[in-house]
């Protein structure tokens, strides 16, 4: 009988120890998954916001509300002046807004496959409606499929047509979310800071979508948003990194000219002290120590050295003036063929690269048996082998696009493209140059912003 108290007591202590150290693991579990949540965020970096839509909507408004809601928190009596780019911080998370004129965010999209911000916020003033240039902006993220958000503006009016626009809006093939679809819609007003809360917390949601990682361990590179020549401090970028970590003495170069980082400041909005690594993936920052003023919009990346950026700077300068030189003795062939090309705006002129003579035949095959019946396309060269640097300028005096398959750009020739804005798409799958095509013919039918 001993015995068997004895043993029950043992099985006891087990259970309870069992028991024990299964509580014991789903702490450390509960723990962990806490960990990674706040781990993940810590990856993620700020979403980059543009507010788009037509003139007199509340764009500016609405940018200077969530401007100074933040301003307000974070630096009192700061005097509302224009400026290029701002970080609000909502609940411990920070929101990148960029201020782009007209369509400047898009222009990246439709040049080179590059853009700037994450998601389109667009402004759609609930008073009037859809108007052209809201439909301009629809047609852009309905082409290019841009992560958006609707701000329905104006609902402090009392002329207000909320749902009149939410219809339309649907209609004209924005899914909102309250129709079935999933583009989330938020009724504003800027002006009154109606529900700008609830805007930045669906800004947070998509971009949480989005899984907008902070690319920190790789090469430096970024965007120009802003130049001031400032005498007191010579010239002043407000850039945007986009990878990398933007650190004292880093050698950055933007075409043609370069800089080493004397200094760099977070702008208004966010916490100046969480950079002392080095400035983060999705933040704006203002840099100084270029040797001359770069260029709005253009791309900067980071050099090994001084002399390696001067290298590149001298290289790029010693292709332009190749080019220019091409340009010089080819001008009156030039001037006859662009007479002739120039006239003609419904022709998508190509100039084809494929790396055999079996791959150019299928190639030119499917480009030539497209059926929209507006545009046309015309193969004004085609030929076996890389990209040259002649097919680049030939393309360029006729504004040609040029098409690889199979084939590389060299790096060098690469320059001479982005300085040339020579629309240039390779591939290795035929049906991605199809599409590329595809769409280039569609933009011929579409007015030009
Ligand atoms: P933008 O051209 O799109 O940048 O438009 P603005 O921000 O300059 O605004 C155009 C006009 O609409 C200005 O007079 C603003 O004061 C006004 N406005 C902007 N947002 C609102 C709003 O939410 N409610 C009202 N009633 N007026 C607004």
């Known amino acids: 009988m001993l015995q068997t108290n004895k043993l029950a007591q043992f099985y006891q202590i087990i259970i309870f120890r069992r028991l024990l150290s299964i509580a014991k693991i789903n702490q450390e579990i509960k723990k962990s998954s806490k960990l990674n949540l706040i781990e993940t965020h810590k990856l993620l970096r700020p979403p980059i916001v543009s507010v788009m839509g037509h003139v007199d909507h ?86 290019y499929e841009i992560p958006t958000i609707v701000a329905l503006n104006k609902i402090d009016r009392k002329t207000s047509k909320l749902e009149a626009t939410e219809e339309e809006l649907v209609d004209a093939g924005i899914e909102l979310e309250n129709y079935g679809g999933s583009v989330m819609s938020v009724p504003i007003s800027g002006l009154k800071r109606l529900n700008l809360d609830k805007l930045v917390r669906c800004i947070l949601k998509l971009a949480d979508r989005l899984e907008l990682h902070s690319l920190e361990d790789f090469q430096l590179k970024g965007r120009i948003l802003e130049v001031n020549t400032q005498f007191s401090r010579g010239t002043v970028a407000t850039v945007l990194v986009e990878r990398g970590l933007l650190k004292l003495g880093s050698i950055l170069q933007s075409d043609l000219t370069w800089c080493k980082v004397k200094q760099f400041q977070a702008t208004e909005g966010f916490d100046h002290s969480l950079f002392v690594n080095g400035g983060k993936p999705g933040y704006p920052f203002r840099v100084i120590g270029w040797k001359s003023p770069p260029t709005p919009g253009a ?48 022709t998508l002129y190509l100039v084809v690269k494929a790396d055999t003579a079996g ?47 199979n084939v590389k750009l060299d790096e060098d020739l690469k320059v001479l493209q982005k300085n040339l804005k020579i629309p240039v798409f390779v591939h290795n799958i035929v049906y991605g140059i199809v599409d590329y095509v595809k769409n280039e013919l569609e933009d011929l039918l579409e007015p030009v912003y």
Do not use: C, W
Not at 381 to 404: C, F, K, M, P, T
């Open 359 to 405: 791959s150019l035949e299928a190639l030119l095959n499917l480009l030539t048996s497209g059926k929209l019946e507006e545009v046309k396309i015309e193969i004004v060269r085609s030929e076996v082998g890389a990209i040259l640097q002649s097919d680049l300028i030939y393309a360029d005096s006729i504004r040609a696009h040029v098409i690889g398959f």
């Open 299 to 346: 791309i900067f990346k980071e050099i090994s050295s001084e002399k390696m950026a001067k290298l590149s700077i001298k290289q790029l300068q010693t292709l332009e003036k190749t080019e220019k030189s091409l340009n010089v003795k080819d001008s009156s062939e030039k001037e006859k063929i662009t007479r002739k090309f120039a006239d003609d705006s419904k």
């Open 58 to 143: 509340g764009k500016t408004t609405l940018l200077d509300s969530l401007r100074n809601t933040n301003v307000a928190e974070n630096e009192p009596g700061l005097i509302t002046q224009h400026v290029s780019s701002f970080v609000v911080n909502f609940e411990g998370r920070d929101v990148t807004f960029i201020d782009t004129p007209g369509h400047a965010a898009f222009a990246g999209i439709r040049g080179r496959g590059a853009k700037i911000n994450d998601i389109t916020i667009l402004v759609v003033d609930t008073n009037e409606g859809i108007k052209p240039q809201t439909q301009e902006v629809i047609d852009l993220i309905l082409k």
